[in-house]
Every structure is written in structure tokens, then in C-alpha cells.
């Protein structure tokens, strides 16, 4: 289930000259059997200069991941996303998320609740901190808790797909197919090709349908 919830340039101006193998052909100067220079031998051309890459930006990770129809890639999309969610900006929030993640993995989920509380305390615009948050409320069955971290992180970052498939997730074990089915089509939304949202998508549209009839 965890997998649900966190399913992350420089530039060289160089003026060219005459390049070393050529100056090497060149007579040496004062030398009386050398021609004269030819006035036809054309100036030697600076290099172009390079073009400046543009920043690799979330926004344009996101329209990446919007355009993209090859599920594999897509999925490396939403890795480096997640890449640069997991990154707090603060040394001693990140060090505190490796600790909460490390007592995640082990199951200690109130050493992990520890860590994640100072961390939306001292970060309380990261929303990361909260996401995780949310998951390990989820993994102590706190599912209301779970609910409002999920809302706090959507608040923060609309477009995390890990906490719309949370919220989807909740919305399923209670029985609220047609809010889960509207959670599951935000997610693609952003993230088109995440097979589960569709997976979902699919099965909950015909169990509506079925049961309309």
C-alpha cells in the first residue's frame, strides 16, 4: 500500500581560433623562402556558442508526464517527480524523512509518527511531510487521520497523484465508489498512464453502471 501513496546546467562561451595542427603548417616568421600570406585565406570564424539549456522544472515534469503514452516512461517520469518531492530544501528535515522512511520500512509506524510530526512542524509547507504522514495513518488503520494530511498535502501540492490515489484508496474501503471513481480520475488527470488508476477507473465504472441499472 505504501507504493499507493509515494507511487525526483551550465554553459561554456568559447571564441574559437586556428585550430593547433593548422598553426603548425605555418612557416616560421622571418623565414625569406616563405609566400606572402594570401589575402584570399579567409578569418578564422569564433565557434558557435552554445545554447542554454532550460531548467528541468516540475511544472514541466508534470506536462511531461501528461503528454507521455509509453507507461515505462511515463513511470521514470513520475520517479524524478517524486525525486524532487523527497527533497525538502532543509539538511534536517531530509534527515528526519530518511528516519521515518527507515522505521516505516521496519513497521516501528510511532517512531516513524514521531519523526513525521516534528517534521510537518518544523516544514509545515512541505508536502511531502504531510503525504507520509498520511501514510503511515493509513498503515496504523487511522484512516480519518490519514484523510486530513491527505487534504493538507493536496492543499500544498494539487497535483500529487501518490495522495489523490490515497484519497481514492479510502474512499474505496468505504464503500464510496463514485467519490473513489472521481479520486481515481484525478489522478489521470495528471498521471495518464498509471495503470492502477485505470485499472480502477475501469472496474469502478462498471460496478456503477451495473448497479444503476
Do not use: C
Request: a neutral charge.
Amino acid at each position: 500500500m505504501r507504493s499507493v501513496f509515494a507511487v525526483f546546467l551550465g554553459l561554456m562561451v568559447a571564441t574559437g581560433t586556428m585550430p593547433a595542427s593548422a598553426q603548425s603548417e605555418l612557416p616560421e616568421q622571418g623565414d625569406p623562402l616563405a609566400p606572402p600570406p594570401s589575402s584570399d585565406s579567409p578569418a578564422p570564424r569564433p565557434k558557435e556558442q552554445a545554447v542554454p539549456r532550460a531548467p528541468v522544472t516540475l511544472d514541466s515534469l508534470f506536462a511531461d508526464l501528461k503528454r507521455e503514452r509509453n507507461e515505462k516512461a511515463a513511470a521514470r517520469i513520475a520517479a524524478r517527480i517524486q525525486s524532487r518531492w523527497d527533497h525538502s530544501g532543509s539538511a534536517s528535515v531530509d534527515l528526519m524523512m530518511g528516519w521515518a522512511q527507515k522505521a516505516m520500512e521496519q513497521q516501528k509506524f510511532d517512531v516513524a509518527l514521531d519523526f513525521l510530526d516534528q517534521i510537518v512542524t518544523l516544514a509545515p509547507n512541505y508536502a511531502e511531510g504531510w503525504n507520509r504522514r498520511a501514510t503511515v495513518h493509513f498503515l496504523m488503520q487511522s484512516y480519518g487521520k490519514s484523510m486530513t494530511d491527505i487534504e493538507h498535502t493536496l492543499r500544498l501540492e494539487p497535483r500529487h497523484f501518490g495522495a489523490m490515489a490515497g484519497l481514492a484508496v479510502i474512499m474505496e474501503m468505504r464503500g464510496r465508489k463514485q467519490l473513489a471513481l472521481e479520486a481515481w480520475q484525478k489522478v489521470l488527470d495528471v498521471y495518464p498512464m498509471m495503470r492502477n488508476a485505470q485499472n480502477r477507473v475501469t472496474t469502478l465504472s462498471e460496478e456503477l453502471a451495473g448497479e444503476a441499472i
